[in-house]
């Protein structure tokens, strides 16, 4: 054994730390690149978070928020649906809903069907909620006890709004508050194609 | 010798024990593993942070968990279930990431840092030996 | 006069950290000037400005002063005292005032030890200067993007909590005339006032070797010196980080009802992965004292080990969790990161540009010896540590470099976990007792034999009394064969001395364990492992669940107990109102107990949380969660019996216990000179 220190010695441990770390670092990036360059996989304004589009909505038959009987969605078809889901307890729904009431107001007669549907919420609530904020004219509101529709949508978290088009094919998706002009486009391709 | 016997039934007594425990390996009962929690736990909760359904007291995760009920009692398979979610939001609803391109880093780095770090720890040793 | 006093303290405290760092790198390059002295005002200033700060804090929140807009937002009138003391941590801005709180009393302690030095020293005054580097990046934070004392200038919708807030201590306030009370999750259980806490104290005590560390290389001090002096310090933060996380483990089983301790969620994970690699150091830093090898080891792993630390708090404050362009929106996530890299470049690059001057370490003599065992310890713990990293990172990498999603959960990690899991006990319960040097079969066979038998022994029986899975078995095998390894080396030495000084052998087992502390408190943490262990494989591998509507009055089995329900109740307190049931436990004809799970909801939050209701016993643990508002004939309840249960919050506290025992049970140093003059006689 000797103590004098070689070339090889002197390397050692902190030799190895840094070349780990920048192969790490070396690694990571040529990751990154490989990943972007996969056709098709990044496009940061439309990142693939609309999972369902292009498939089919789900059937399901939700009850009438007022009790009055059950609205099957595929009985809908035949017209375009903006369907939104809300809750009283969410901020951002109270921002959104003269905006959808609005459009409503303008698509109805065009072939657009807008339908609500309540977000984990009490009956009492929701017709307090829209009771103070206004009911949308023409307007579907159901309720979707035991969240399937939640489920079927794959909603995160309210508000949350899906375009249907009249073959019943989910075509678009908001997350977050519809604010002015957003989905007028995308309605408007509709109604006329 | 009573010494030497002493030994050799030593070595008869641990080999039996030792039967007796790899025995216990192959034939202890499987845990009643419960498909339903099963698939909760692989499932990712979409309104928590970083939670499984099956932990998560969320509305939309007990829905999912009766989802999930559901189509095990049907007689789905557990890909098919964990389809039905992913369809619906995406990959990143799994817990259980598949092994496929994007995720391979993931699944080898650990491999990797293992048989790395022991190449590593085996070179030094056998350098420290040379005399220098 | 909250925000005014809070304001104060804040700013005293960054001064004095800035102080501190200054005169304390001045002190490197004119060592007279390295002496406690010369630092007393800014290491005072520090604490002072830091206490101040969080009294200001905690007198505001039991004062109900909702004029600070961090009170408003996070406690209430109706909030009980307990969970008012503890809403100074309850959400980001807070928990900085804790954070640097428990810094400034660590700098506080090296700087009261290094008064007791007769000379200057500029290794101390070095750590003190990283320390105030470390602090007044903390402080800064409390002064800029995340100040707890904001004056609350708007007040919410409905006269509930603040809207908006102003950074000048004498803005006009607006307080709003109730607060929104903190987050009905972190009310449910008094575990939640210690908990984050201890974590603290954990996180926060290795910024103390970190900082030594880096004194020492930047004055290019070879030797054990820095590890010497932080012993102490960094065997507290191993003890506070251990029980904080299985007091973590304890309140996520306590409170979230679904009977789960841990859920490799990256919130756990950012406390588990400084956990492992402190571990590591522990291990190397009792090596290198023992035998001076891994000299440049120790650096790399204090690093990496503080630096985790601060990866720890980067996830779960910055937002980054719930979407990788969260952090971005917040000021403090960029902050953050920008001061890992710091602690990264700054650490790594200290230590490449000094690490040859400190010297290289005499070599490991053979792999086959205890210092191999510590590598091989190294090898596996960092793997593990590197696997969680991996797992935690991915999603968040993927997501930011290519906007899909892809979710790393318990799955993937268990998968990992396991082997490795199972590959360190097979390895702690051999290195224990494996000769230093160089290892001869023969010592080693010796000295497993017995306890490997006894461990076959004991898992035969099992396996054809219960017949357990085979992870069951294994745990069983392995944790007896650490217990026996344990307990025949103290055994055995007990027996030597007593022979030798022709005493009795227990006597001599104690003292044994009070005379080598450090290393019989190692042991002892290895035996909570064990412990830890084998409570882990029996409690979830033989658990049993089901969910069930229960009538009223009409029994139903579940794992060998009758459970009724008999009736429900309503109870109402000032922050919520409990909705629970009785559920009487009964086996045979013996009423066992009466349980109460309940659903609590929070008055302002308007959120139910299930509060579940646990029978403990030595057998296990029968677990109740409510599934759903009960009416007044049947209830649906959600049972889960967890057998041995509590062995797994037994063996963590045995192992912090262990740490503890290290720290505390050596004899008084009198007994101690006593001793060595004996020994030399």
């Not at chain 1, 220190?5 to 070396?26: K, M, N």
């Not at chain 1, 094919?169 to 508050?177: D, N, P, Q, T």
């Amino acid at each position: 054994m000797t103590d004098q220190p070689t070339e090889t010695r002197r390397r050692g441990v902190g030799f190895w730390v840094i070349v780990g770390g920048a192969g790490l670092l070396v690694i990571a990036t040529a990751w990154v690149m490989f990943l972007r360059t996969d056709p098709g996989s990044y496009d940061p304004r439309e990142p693939r978070n609309i999972p369902l589009a292009g498939e089919q909505m789900a059937d399901l038959e939700l009850p009438l928020l007022d009790g009055s009987g059950t609205v099957a969605l595929a009985d809908l078809r035949g017209e375009v649906l903006v369907i939104n889901f809300f809750a009283s307890y969410c901020i951002p729904c109270r921002a959104e809903h003269a905006e959808l009431t609005a459009l409503s107001d303008a698509y109805g007669d065009r072939g657009v069907q807008f339908v609500g549907i309540v977000y984990q919420d009490t009956t009492a609530a929701i017709t307090g909620f829209l009771d103070q904020y206004g009911w949308g004219d023409g307007y579907l509101y159901l309720q979707d006890p035991g969240s399937r529709a939640v489920v079927e949508f794959g909603v995160y978290g309210v508000p949350e709004t899906y375009v249907v088009d009249a073959d019943g094919v989910i075509v678009h998706k908001e997350y977050g508050a519809i604010v002015a002009g957003d989905l007028m486009p995308v309605l408007d391709e509709l109604v006329a194609g | 010798m009573p010494e030497r016997i002493r030994r050799i039934l030593a070595w008869v007594v641990t080999l039996g024990l030792a039967g007796v425990v790899g025995w216990g390996f192959v034939a202890g009962e499987p845990s009643e593993t419960d498909r339903v929690l099963a698939l909760g736990e692989r499932i990712k909760c979409p309104v928590c942070q970083g939670e499984a359904i099956v932990e998560s007291p969320s509305e939309t995760a007990e829905a999912m968990m009766d989802i999930v009920a559901e189509k095990v009692e049907a007689g789905e398979t557990d890909d098919q279930i964990l389809d039905f979610f992913t369809e619906r939001y995406g990959d990143g609803i799994r817990l259980d990431p598949r092994f496929e391109v994007r995720t391979l880093l993931l699944w080898l780095a650990p491999a990797a840092a293992l048989v790395g770090g022991a190449y590593l720890i085996w070179t030094r040793q056998r350098r420290a030996k040379e005399p220098a | 006069m909250t925000s005014f006093l809070g304001f104060l303290g804040t700013w005293v405290a960054l001064l004095s950290a800035v102080a501190l760092a200054v005169r304390g790198f001045v002190a490197l390059r004119r060592p007279g000037q390295a002496t406690a002295s010369s630092l007393a005002i800014p290491a005072v200033g520090l604490i002072a400005g830091a206490v101040v700060a969080m009294g200001a804090l905690e007198i505001g929140l039991l004062a109900n002063d909702f004029s600070v807009e961090y009170i408003a937002n996070n406690s209430a009138t109706t909030t009980p005292f307990l969970y008012k003391m503890a809403s100074a941590w309850a959400a980001l801005e807070g928990s900085l005032v804790l954070w640097g709180l428990v810094l400034a009393v660590f700098t506080f302690f090296i700087w009261w030890g290094m008064r007791r030095l007769d000379d200057a020293d500029p290794l101390w005054a070095g750590a003190l200067a990283v320390m105030g580097v470390i602090s007044a990046f903390f402080f800064l934070l409390m002064a800029t993007s995340s100040n707890p004392f904001q004056v609350c200038t708007e007040a919410g919708s409905f006269g509930f909590g603040c809207a908006s807030g102003s950074w000048q201590p004498f803005a006009a306030a607006s307080a709003p005339a109730q607060g929104l009370g903190p987050n009905p999750l972190l009310q449910n259980h008094p575990l939640m006032a210690v908990h984050p806490p201890m974590l603290y104290v954990g996180y926060v005590g290795l910024a103390a070797p970190f900082s030594f560390a880096m004194a020492s290389l930047l004055i290019g001090e070879a030797g054990d010196r820095w590890l010497r002096v932080t012993r102490t310090w960094t065997r507290v933060a191993w003890i506070f980080l251990t029980a904080g996380i299985v007091l973590g483990g304890l309140w996520s089983y306590e409170v979230l009802g679904w009977g789960g301790y841990w859920a490799w969620d990256p919130v756990e994970n950012a406390s588990f992965m400084p956990w492992l690699v402190a571990t590591m150091f522990v291990h190397t830093a009792a090596l290198q004292m023992r035998r001076g090898v891994l000299q440049a080891w120790s650096y790399a792993l204090v690093v990496a080990t503080f630096a985790l630390t601060i990866l720890g708090t980067f996830l779960t404050r910055s937002g980054i969790i719930n979407s990788v362009h969260a952090f971005t929106q917040s000021e403090i996530g960029p902050m953050l990161l920008w001061f890992l890299v710091l602690i990264l470049v700054g650490g790594y690059g200290v230590y490449a540009a000094r690490i040859q001057r400190i010297g290289s370490a005499p070599r490991i003599d053979s792999l086959v010896s205890r210092e191999g065992m510590f590598m091989l310890n190294n090898l596996l713990l960092g793997v593990f540590a590197f696997v969680v990293l991996v797992g935690t990172l991915y999603p968040m990498f993927v997501e930011w470099a290519t906007g899909d999603q892809v979710g790393v959960g318990r799955p993937f990690f268990d998968r990992m976990a396991l082997p490795i899991s199972y590959a360190l006990l097979l390895a702690v319960g051999i290195g224990q007792v494996m000769p230093f040097r160089k290892a001869q079969g023969r010592v080693v066979w010796e000295r497993i034999r017995t306890p490997m038998r006894v461990a076959l022994a004991v898992a035969a029986a099992w396996a054809v009394l219960w017949r357990p899975n085979g992870w069951v078995l294994g745990a069983v095998l392995l944790s007896t064969f650490i217990i026996g390894t344990s307990a025949r080396h103290l055994w055995v030495t007990a027996r030597r001395a007593a022979a030798k000084r022709g005493s009795n052998a227990a006597g001599e087992a104690w003292r044994a364990l009070r005379k080598d502390s450090a290393y019989w408190g190692g042991m002892i943490a290895h035996v909570g492992l064990a412990v830890l262990a084998l409570g882990i494989a029996i409690s979830s591998n033989q658990a049993q669940h089901t969910e069930v509507d229960l009538p009223l009055d009409q029994p139903v089995d579940f794992a060998g107990f009758e459970v009724t329900y008999v009736g429900s109740f309503v109870d109402e307190q000032p922050n919520r109102i409990a909705v629970g049931t009785n559920i009487e436990i009964r086996r045979g004809d013996d009423l066992l107990s009466t349980l109460a799970p309940r659903l609590n909801e929070y008055r302002i939050q308007g959120r139910q949380i299930p509060s579940p209701a646990v029978d403990t016993g030595l057998r296990g643990d029968l677990y109740l969660a409510l599934a759903g508002t009960p009416t007044e004939d049947s209830v649906r309840l959600e049972m889960h019996w967890f057998p041995f249960i509590w062995l797994v919050w037994a063996g963590g506290f045995l192992s912090a216990a262990g740490g503890l025992w290290g720290w505390l049970a050596r004899p008084p140093r009198r007994a101690r000179a006593e001793d060595k003059e004996a020994a030399r006689a």
